[in-house]
């Protein structure tokens, strides 16, 4: 920013001091006394470069007449100020007005001298301060979620019976997914992927997820917690070697943390590996990987111990095991609950053999990078709650609307009304924690005890959802047919998978309690 544009600045700017008027439109100050931060106006000087900040601070203050006060509370205020209560401001016919005010834009606002109409902002400045909250998503957002609610439902939702009956992954609904974008949709594309944000991303998986969680799970584990480390952590070799073909969807990757005693307590892995004449020697077990034994799947990063830290600890670090590598096998898929269509096996290790280059990041820093990982995993799991909630909704509101009892719908009783009523609430509420978390995390903000709370009450609010939609259907919610029966089966698993509510909850209560989200988080893996 050059001081020469201090004329035209907006609110949305790095100084948020003031912004253009409509004309006609009367500005008055609601008290005499009227007083404006500095701290605005320092924070300008901190975002500017070289010369320029101090630069804009003195055109401000000669351009909309500012005097500074001494002392640490230095604040800002009109060269001259009004003599009496609605005076009309003195840069009024600079057509901008001051914003920074300790009362805020809303409190005592009075009509102008002239006995006018209040001070009414004009529709574009509306639109420029609310630039910093704004529930609407972007055009690239709702054209991502909308492309994934018409898929959804047209190619996912019609058979989620039969795939949840028949255990089978569903090779062709992935393929399309990839064509669309789907399956890469927040990696870059530089790299194949979608180069879509995360909060693209969460509401994309929202509604596949409502058309059934098996592929919903699927999408998930692909992107958030298979690509994601490649991603972040991986070389330029390793980016294009590995996460070019799974960032287009054509190949799938897995993520290999669970273990028989570790999963919460990741600090408790005993896979080893040992660096022997230039190559990883893995030996170990995991369990429970999603992705990890489909034809299309291309590897695993998988954590490892690879030796002991000063303070007794182990050094976690994490590898890349491409799909075929000798001495890397899978056991059998499991029989489930829930997420049937989706793909998990147990993946075992015996003198497993890749290139030292084949370590993912930095020798050491595994566990602080899956944890990392982690978070991002969270807050689409409780995405992908959501979407399942929704489908609850969905299904207990049309039966609410068309089964009869006592000659009328049962949507007439205040006790299914409630029911409904409750469901609507707590998916609401659940689908902004998750937007907030994701939107937190695109912006570069710490977002772990937002991604738990997220987790947390997402989960458990599909689960009631749940359990009010079969209760809602009666006997019908109780038939392996109905919709709401599968739902059922499958919504526990998210209150377990990523983190369990026990251990989101000791995170949330220990970061609001003594420490920071990560610092707790870190603190109950390693002890």
Not at 101 to 111: A, F, H, K
Not at 112 to 134: H, I, K, L, T, Y
Not at 185 to 191: F, S
Request: hydrophobic content about 35%; proline content about 4%.
């Amino acid at each position: 920013m050059r001081p020469e544009d201090i004329d035209g600045l907006t609110v949305g700017g790095p100084l948020d001091l003031v912004a253009e008027r409509r004309p006609g439109d009367a500005l008055v100050y609601p008290d005499r006394n009227l007083r404006y931060t500095y701290r605005k106006l320092k924070e300008a000087e901190k975002g500017c470069a070289g010369a320029d900040g101090g630069r804009l601070r003195e055109a401000a203050v000669e351009r909309h007449g500012l005097q500074t006060s001494v002392g640490d509370t230095t604040q800002i205020a009109p060269r001259e100020s009004p003599t009496s209560a609605g005076a009309a401001c003195p840069v009024r016919a600079s057509g901008c007005y001051h914003l920074c005010c300790s009362g805020g834009l809303g409190s005592g606002l009075r009509r102008g001298p002239d006995g006018g109409r209040p001070w009414v902002a004009s529709e574009g400045f509306r639109a420029r301060r609310m630039r910093a909250m704004n529930f609407d998503p972007t055009d690239e957002q709702r054209r991502w979620r909308d492309l994934s609610r018409d898929f959804a439902q047209s190619a996912i939702r019609p058979r989620a019976e039969q795939l949840d009956r028949e255990q089978k992954f569903p090779y062709d609904i992935v393929a399309e997914m990839s064509r669309l974008g789907l399956m890469g949709l927040t990696l870059p594309e530089e790299h194949g992927g979608s180069g879509g944000d995360f909060v693209a991303y969460n509401l994309a998986l929202e509604e596949i997820s409502r058309a059934d969680t098996s592929v919903g799970i699927t999408m998930e584990a692909h992107v958030s917690l298979g690509c994601s480390p490649l991603a972040t952590y991986g070389t330029a070799e390793q980016k294009d070697r590995f996460l070019r073909t799974c960032a287009t969807g054509e190949r799938l990757w897995a993520f290999g943390l669970t273990e028989e005693e570790a999963g919460t307590d990741a600090g408790g892995t005993r896979t080893t590996a040992q660096l022997e004449g230039g190559e990883w020697v893995i030996n170990g077990s995991k369990k429970w990987i999603t992705n990890s034994g489909t034809d299309v799947t291309a590897g695993v990063t998988v954590i490892a111990r690879t030796g002991t830290r000063e303070n007794g600890k182990p050094e976690l670090t994490a590898l890349i095991v491409p799909q075929e590598t000798p001495g890397f096998a899978r056991g059998p898929g499991y029989e489930k609950l829930g997420w049937r269509a989706s793909d998990q096996h147990p993946l075992f290790f015996e003198d497993c053999r890749v290139p030292e280059e084949n370590l993912l990041g930095e020798r050491g820093a595994g566990l602080r990078q899956f944890l990392r990982t982690l978070d991002g995993g969270r807050v689409a799991v409780a995405a992908l709650s959501v979407g399942l909630a929704q489908a609850c909704f969905d299904e207990a509101l049309a039966r609410a609307r068309e089964r009869r009892q006592f000659g009328r719908a049962i949507g007439r009783f205040q006790a299914i009304q409630f029911k409904l009523a409750d469901m609507a609430m707590e998916i609401e509420l659940a689908r902004n924690l998750v937007l907030k978390a994701a939107w937190l995390k695109e912006g570069g903000r710490p977002f772990s005890r937002e991604a738990s709370m997220a987790k947390v009450f997402a989960s458990e609010a599909a689960k009631r959802a749940a359990d009010q939609a079969v209760q809602i259907h009666g006997g019908e919610g109780f038939m392996e047919g109905s919709a709401v029966a599968r739902y059922w089966r499958q919504v526990k698993i998210n209150e377990i998978g990523e983190g369990t509510s026990e251990i989101n909850r000791q995170i949330i209560a220990r970061s609001l309690l003594e420490e920071s989200a990560e610092e707790a988080k870190a603190k109950m893996v390693a002890q």
